[in-house]
């Protein structure tokens, strides 16, 4: 309970860290809001007029404290170019990313947790630097070369699956494989790592020198252990991924979050834009708090120590 509680202390100051920030970048960027809302051709009066209704008159510690207020009522403000509450917004686009974002994480477990245990099981083998070269490959190629390469090759050489667009499985596939070839060579790495690190102790040699089956030394205790960092990494992914998003979706026209907030930023929709970014900070935050639960039910260990 001690640990949850800190948990939750370090990720209120987390959030309100994100809030002064964000504000403050927002007060920094050279585009005019008010002139933003009443457009090129509007007079300077109309300008002063919304400056005033924005209360961006007011000085600026004022601002922040007005704005700070909002966001914990949970009124992220109104979008300029939209004209409708952000909350609102940001919630019609969650289902879509969290989803997005679900599959990717999968996509991640399926190909990297079987890719760092082959690796580990032949270490030094062609098979072992083969499956470290893919990982690194997928890891360092960006996500937008990645993601166009698949559309080429399979929804406009070979149309297998659509070029874009929102709302079946065969939609989801290939944005959900970008995103998780990208990290999976992240989870192999360290699954590997981890293996071997278990299998060269001393207790496995032992229980191997005594006959235990290989299988059973594998599984009851080298990818057990080896398992436990993954738990952090979807925790960080959760978080991680509400920024990822925004190029896959873009990408792939899907309609969640990331393809949000891309088109604010084309249009320098502040509301909004500061919308995501505290959303993707309470993402974060519940990722990691989600991550620390999750350890002392894995390990023992982590609970009574």
Do not use: C
């Not at 974002?101 to 072992?128: H, K, N, Q, W």
């Not at 790495?189 to 229980?207: F, I, K, N, P, W």
């Amino acid at each position: 309970m001690r640990l949850l509680l800190e948990r939750i202390f370090q990720g209120i100051l987390v959030l309100l860290a994100v809030s002064v920030l964000t504000f403050g970048l927002a007060v920094l960027l050279p585009a005019d809001p008010a002139r933003m809302v009443a457009g090129p051709s509007a007079s300077v009066q109309t300008v002063n007029n919304i400056r005033h209704e924005l209360g961006l008159d007011k000085p600026i510690l004022e601002q922040f404290v007005i704005y700070l207020g909002k966001v914990l009522r949970g009124d992220l403000g109104r979008s300029y170019k939209q004209s409708v509450n952000v909350t609102e917004l940001l919630l019609s686009r969650l289902p879509a990313t969290l989803e997005l974002m679900l599959a990717g994480i999968l996509f991640e477990l399926l190909l990297g947790v079987p890719a760092g245990i082959l690796a580990a099981l032949r270490p030094g083998s062609f098979l072992d630097r083969g499956l470290m070269m893919l990982s690194f490959a997928g890891v360092s190629v960006p996500q937008f070369v990645l993601g166009l390469s698949l559309l080429y090759v399979f929804a406009f050489k070979f149309p297998i699956f659509p070029l874009g667009g929102f709302g079946t499985l065969a939609h989801i596939i290939l944005p959900a494989l970008t995103l998780g070839i990208s990290g999976a060579g992240w989870y192999a790495r360290v699954v590997r790592s981890e293996m071997l690190e278990v299998l060269g102790q001393d207790y496995v040699r032992t229980a191997t020198a005594k006959g235990v089956l290989r299988s059973k030394v594998i599984t009851n205790h080298a990818l057990k252990n080896a398992l436990l960092p993954v738990i952090g990494m979807i925790g960080s992914d959760i978080g991680v991924f509400m920024g990822g998003v925004v190029v896959v979706e873009s990408v792939f026209g899907w309609a969640g979050v990331g393809k949000l907030v891309w088109d604010a930023i084309r249009v320098v929709d502040i509301p909004v834009i500061l919308g995501v970014v505290q959303l993707g900070a309470v993402m974060i935050v519940i990722g990691n708090l989600l991550a620390d639960l999750a350890y002392p039910l894995a390990d023992p260990r982590v609970r009574y120590g």
